[in-house]
């Protein structure tokens, strides 16, 4: 879609992110090394690789969590591009409340676990400076359906919701202040395979709905077949392959990306 | 043991100047903690070792001090307090609160407006407002480096949807000067008001947390709240049964296991001094010049 738009003033055609050179060692190991990539807005990236492949040491790298050692993570601010890794954490930390959210794995990392649903939810709108308790809750009523969570579950604590639910309410959480990018770690991993499809279901919805754009990290290849338009693969830290999701999928070129393609069991 | 063997005050001069620089930062950052190397004092931790350790860094010779506790000036942790101040110092005491240069509290600003020139010292069991929503001390203090307060709403928001109304009722958060959000000590939120632009120096001392936090006088202190559930100063609602006072925070006294109770102001002070004006209340008897 954006590559159609020859507008070159146009928005769309600067990337929403974009990863120049991103190293990261613990010691002599290495987490990741030399990651480069754009991401344009609405266009979500997945990472696949296995356990140890530093998927996760690159995620955090992206979303602030860990200085990386070398690199530099550019968004496109409301004031223009700005490389994350090098501006104040007053300000990457306002930028993770607003522009970006965060989807952990577990969603106990990702909750308020003695604060309820609706509280959870209406965190990052006070954080920001709501202050209308009427106007939070009906927002977080509006969350709490569109993640398919009954109303009448608001004021009930996370600990009394199944995993699926737990995980459809972080994701609430997190997009209630409408982000422009999403950082998802194994947004299913945990999760049986029917309660799986329908967070998947979910997610392609309000990812294009939103027009967010997302990236992905998960050693599920069925994720990122449902969700990404694009695909990294890595191994021991290094990136060995990336492209259009059914092109690295279909036509794996690299010997790892072949071994992992064809690991998936066929039922 | 003679009483000749403490430094004026217990502490030695050393450490009572190490508080006074925490306080002097402390009041130069309203509502900062200041943290500061509590000393172990002859009393447990939760008996008001941190207000001890600011009273006596700020007592002179010359001071008047009072000492209360829960408001009253004769209940154990008052006398105690007060006691060892006579011993350790030698100043004068005294139970109204117009005659105190220093007074150190527990849980209560007193009724009578202070004035400049006094000193109220608080004791602070958990000087830190964000501890049980955020229990990290390295996440908190980031908070308030960086003014996230967002979590503060989340825990009044909290009251309001299980109880529909604010329903702390002490140690209600307030933002100083717009800047920083400070647990007031367990007063009630009654006495929140009485914060704001205060004549006097407001000083809170945590020992066990060896943390100082302090409100100069006609500071800004503001009760958080929402737009559409304001702050209430809540309180009893009844008038003194002793000395019919309608303004003062009252306590709930059982008299009996029939069910019988009274209400009387927690300020013992300010309930002496109005009836000996001749203020009476339903269940008060004339004021007796037994002392």
């Known amino acids: ?267 | 043991m003679t009483d000749q063997a403490y430094n004026f005050a217990y502490l030695d001069e050393q450490t009572k100047r190490m508080i006074r620089r925490a306080i002097l930062k402390g009041i130069a950052v309203p509502g900062y903690q200041v943290p500061f190397a509590s000393r172990e004092m002859p009393m447990p931790y939760g008996w008001g070792t941190g207000g001890v350790q600011v009273t006596a860094a700020c007592l002179t010779p010359e001071d008047t001090l009072k000492v209360i506790d829960q408001g009253a000036d004769d209940t154990t942790n008052a006398v105690s307090i007060r006691k060892f101040f006579q011993r350790t110092a030698g100043v004068a005491v005294t139970e109204a609160t117009a005659e105190a240069s220093i007074i150190q509290t527990r849980h209560r600003i007193p009724e009578a407006t202070l004035t400049e020139g006094q000193i109220l010292v608080y004791q602070v069991p958990i000087p830190e407002p964000l501890r049980f929503l955020e229990p990290r001390e390295t996440e908190t203090r980031k908070m308030h480096e960086l003014e996230e307060y967002g979590l503060m709403h989340v825990k009044l928001y909290e009251d309001i949807a299980r109880h529909g109304t604010i329903a702390t009722a002490y140690a209600y958060p307030v933002k100083v000067e717009g800047r920083y959000v400070m647990d007031p000590s367990p007063i009630p939120k009654f006495d929140n008001p009485k914060l704001s632009n205060s004549a006097a120096i407001q000083l809170f001392g945590a020992g066990r947390e060896q943390r100082i936090y302090a409100l100069p006088p006609y500071t800004h202190v503001v009760s958080l709240d929402f737009d559409d559930h304001p702050f209430v100063p809540s309180k009893a609602p009844h008038d003194c049964d002793l000395c019919a006072a309608s303004d003062s925070y009252l306590d709930e006294v059982i008299t009996d296991d029939q069910g019988g109770r009274m209400f009387v102001c927690s300020d013992t002070d300010f309930c002496r001094t109005r009836r000996e004006a001749g203020h009476l209340g339903p269940l008060g008897v004339p004021m007796q010049e037994t002392v």
């Open chain 1, 1 to 267: 879609m954006g590559m159609l738009n020859l507008n070159l003033t146009a928005e769309t055609d600067q990337p929403l992110l974009s990863v120049q050179g991103l190293t990261k060692r613990y010691g002599a190991r290495i987490g990741c090394a030399d990651v480069s990539f754009d991401l344009f807005p609405g266009e979500v990236l997945g990472i696949v690789g296995e356990s140890g492949s530093g998927k996760s040491t690159l995620l955090s790298c992206l979303a602030g969590h860990m200085p990386p050692d070398q690199g530099s993570v550019i968004f496109q601010t409301a004031q223009g591009p700005r490389d994350t890794v090098t501006m104040a954490e007053a300000d990457r930390r306002r930028m993770a409340r607003t522009d970006w959210a965060f989807v952990h794995q577990n969603p106990r990392d990702g909750l308020r676990m003695g604060v309820s649903a609706g509280g959870n939810v209406g965190e990052r709108l006070m954080a920001i400076g709501a202050r209308h308790y009427g106007d939070i809750r009906d927002k977080a009523i509006d969350w709490l359906g569109r993640v398919e969570i009954a109303a009448d579950r608001i004021d009930d604590r996370p600990r009394a919701f199944s995993g699926g639910m737990q995980q459809r309410l972080q994701i609430a959480r997190n997009l209630v202040t409408g982000p422009r990018l999403v950082f998802m770690d194994e947004p299913t991993g945990g999760l049986d395979v029917s309660v799986q499809a329908r967070l998947l279901d979910l997610l392609r919805g309000l990812v294009r709905d939103m027009g967010l754009s997302a990236i992905i990290v998960t050693h599920d290849l069925a994720v990122v077949r449902l969700l990404a338009d694009r695909l990294m693969v890595m191994k021991s830290g290094h990136v060995v392959e990336q492209g259009l999701t059914d092109q690295v999928l279909d036509d794996p070129q690299h010997a790892y990306t072949q071994l992992l393609v064809s690991s998936v069991l066929q039922v």
